[in-house]
């Protein structure tokens, strides 16, 4: 089972928009996957469930903030299969397609914002050993929860805040492959910088401490699968001056891109969210719509091809 997060400390790139469409064309042709949101402002869960089912899963304490509640309250190991469900709306829609593909959500909270400080506080110690137990014990938590429903997915996709704090950190431990989303301008092409750094960084710390003495965990090394450019203004077919110049930075920097993007379209990316469909398996035949699609019918051949997961 692939995990792969998609992130950048930017907010409001299309990391929400990309997980989502990716995730829908993937369970469309055939792949089961599961997306988890990470991100308290609950975009992705919005896209795909409404309000009074999320309201359900809040009173039955099933979303990833009572998940990481109970495990800094009570030290309880819950299983994730306790917050998956397969939202009505996309699932239908599959089967209505005749897909053999299935998306699953896990989702956030909007309190999930508090829940870094309570992690923090979590961590640390009098000595090196106890350091580096509470770190593996905290900055592992999503990795060993996910490794108790591999068998049943063929992927998984987390969406990430648009920070770097606990949660995040554990989605990357947890993650074989990362993708960027990002828009081409000066200060996204700036941040990819910082954040691979980050990255490198996170992952050369926690290979220390898994290397520091006994226990279950292996090395890690996720890597960037690719960038993804949204938003992308089309003249005459291509990309406009000002964007390709941008991309073309990101890829002498040495960091692999995709060559396909999503193009800039508000009327049509803003309504679907409330869907729960997402754009990319929407059945308008219009022109405009036919053109979007197959974009991110191209990007989704391509990340097959970068991340090869497998059916
Ligand atoms: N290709 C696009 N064209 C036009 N608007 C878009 C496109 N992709 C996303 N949007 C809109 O831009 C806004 C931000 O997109 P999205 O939520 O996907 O970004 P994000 O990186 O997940 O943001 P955040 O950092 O807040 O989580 C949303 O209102 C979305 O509808
Ligand atoms: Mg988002």
Not at 1 to 22: E, H, L, P, R
Request: charged share 20%.
């Amino acid at each position: 089972m692939d995990i792969i997060s998609f992130i950048n400390y930017k907010g409001g790139v299309g990391k929400t928009t990309v997980t989502a469409n990716v995730a829908a064309e993937l369970a469309y042709r055939g792949y089961k996957v599961l997306v988890v949101d990470l991100d308290p402002q609950a975009n992705l869960t919005f896209s795909f469930i409404n309000i009074d089912e999320w309201r359900d899963l809040d009173r039955e304490s099933r979303t990833i903030k009572h998940w990481y509640d109970e495990f800094l309250n009570d030290n309880r190991d819950v299983s994730l299969n306790n917050l998956i469900i397969s939202p009505d709306k996309i699932n239908n829609h599959l089967n209505a397609m005749d897909s053999v593909g299935r998306l699953d959500l896990i989702s956030s909270h909007l309190e999930l914002i508090n829940l870094d400080l309570e992690l923090a506080t979590q961590y640390g110690g009098n000595s090196q050993r106890t350091i580096r137990s509470s770190f593996l014990r905290l900055f592992t938590r999503l990795k060993r929860g996910l490794e108790g429903i591999k068998e049943k997915y063929d992927l998984v996709l987390i969406d990430c805040p648009p920070n770097f704090n606990i949660v995040t950190q554990n989605a990357i431990i947890a993650s074989n492959l990362f993708i960027v989303p990002a828009k081409a301008d000066f200060l996204s092409t700036l941040g990819i910088d910082q954040l691979v750094r980050h990255i490198d960084g996170l992952t050369t710390r926690y290979n220390n401490y898994v290397n520091d003495g006994p226990g279950e965990w292996k090395e890690i090394n996720p890597r960037l699968s690719g960038v993804i450019f949204t938003m992308i203004n089309i003249y005459n077919g291509s990309p406009i001056q000002t964007q390709a110049g941008y991309i073309s930075q990101v890829k002498r920097a040495g960091y692999p891109v995709f060559d396909s993007y999503i193009r800039n379209n508000s009327t049509l990316f803003a309504h679907s969210p409330e869907d729960g469909v997402p754009v990319v398996l929407d059945t308008e035949v219009s022109g405009l719509y036919l053109d979007i699609r197959g974009e991110i019918e191209e990007l989704v051949n391509e990340f097959i091809l970068s991340t090869g997961v497998t059916l």
